[in-house]
């Protein structure tokens, strides 16, 4: 039986959301391979699923007396908020209660707390945080890493070409994904200081697929299927295209392209390089979100993405 733990208390809209993010995943789950287990205040998630019409047998809900808000430090949180949602679910996970923990909470903690409990895997220096870009031919991109590092160094970057090329084969199902290093300019030698010297340790890497750098206006192209870049440059793209985004639905110019520009519509932003799979939301997730936010985290545990990134680095 594959569990899955949620942090139900990890949204700007808790518990309410993230508890209808939950039935609509419960519909579309096999429910006799796949537990949910939901973390967060017992009370106010059992009244939330009365209230949305689900039942409160049908999961597993563990009791927690505290919640890490958006505005807390990260680190100070997990230490003084022992028995936070995110907390007890980092416990569970360490020690192999569930299979996979996923949540639109604090971000900063839950890195911190993917880090912290579950701890790198042996050889990655920086965990890093992906999203999602859609091509035009209707595929994906895969863009990391998009925050969790602001300053990298070459060899990072290299290992963030590694860490996307296993996803975009494991979980996108990419044969030989081609790996691209955003930069100002095609040719060799443009860039700063860090993409040139990154540029150099991927030329001719026998770990992946590296075609060479790729500009800005090319993301959406089907040149590329992994795109690396540094945690500081990744999330400016990952908030120009969601503002991006909202700026043309607001004006009426959306279509089936345009709409995966959404965050919704992957929901979430999977965690690589830690021991087990881990999943971060949208703080404004919607139920749908969160249903494909806990969608995104099965098929991590169904391809053993961990073990694949355990294996590749050792």
Do not use: W
């Not at 949620?6 to 808790?14: C, P, Q, T």
């Not at 419960?26 to 939901?38: A, C, H, N, P």
């Not at 997990?78 to 909470?105: H, P, Q, T, Y």
């Not at 095609?186 to 992946?208: H, I, P, V, W, Y």
């Amino acid at each position: 039986m594959m569990r899955i733990g949620i942090d139900i208390m990890g949204s700007d809209f808790a518990p309410e959301i993230p508890v209808q993010g939950v039935l609509l995943a419960q519909k579309e789950l096999d429910t006799s391979l796949i537990e949910m287990v939901l973390f967060g205040k017992a009370d106010l998630i059992k009244s939330a699923l009365l209230k949305e019409g689900g039942n409160p047998d049908d999961f597993e809900i563990v009791d927690c007396s505290e919640v890490v808000e958006m505005k807390d430090s990260p680190l100070k949180a997990l230490r003084e908020k022992r028995n936070s949602s995110i907390s007890i679910g980092f416990g569970m996970l360490v020690e192999k209660k569930i299979d996979g923990f996923a949540g639109a909470g604090n971000t900063g903690a839950m890195m911190a707390g993917a880090m912290l409990s579950v701890k790198n895997v042996p050889g990655v220096i920086r965990p890093c945080v992906i999203s999602f870009k859609p091509k035009e031919n209707g595929e994906c991109n895969v863009l990391l890493d998009v925050g969790s590092n602001a300053d990298c160094k070459p060899d990072v970057m290299y290992q963030f070409g590694t860490l996307g090329s296993l996803y975009s084969h494991h979980i996108l199902k990419v044969d030989n994904p081609r790996i691209g290093l955003l930069n100002l300019g095609k040719e060799k030698g443009k860039g700063n200081l860090l993409t040139q010297a990154t540029f150099e340790l991927m030329e001719g890497s026998k770990d992946f697929n590296f075609i060479g750098n790729v500009e800005g206006n090319n993301i959406f192209d089907d040149d590329t299927d992994v795109i690396v870049t540094d945690g500081f440059t990744g999330n400016v793209v990952l908030k120009s295209m969601e503002r991006i985004y909202g700026l043309l639905k607001k004006r009426g110019f959306v279509d089936d392209f345009i709409q995966k520009l959404d965050y919704q519509s992957f929901g979430g932003s999977p965690i690589l390089g830690v021991n087990s799979p881990v999943v971060v939301g949208h703080g404004s997730s919607t139920p749908e979100a969160i249903k494909n936010m806990i969608k995104l985290t099965q098929s991590m545990i169904e391809a053993d993405l961990c073990g694949k990134t355990r294996e590749a680095f050792n």
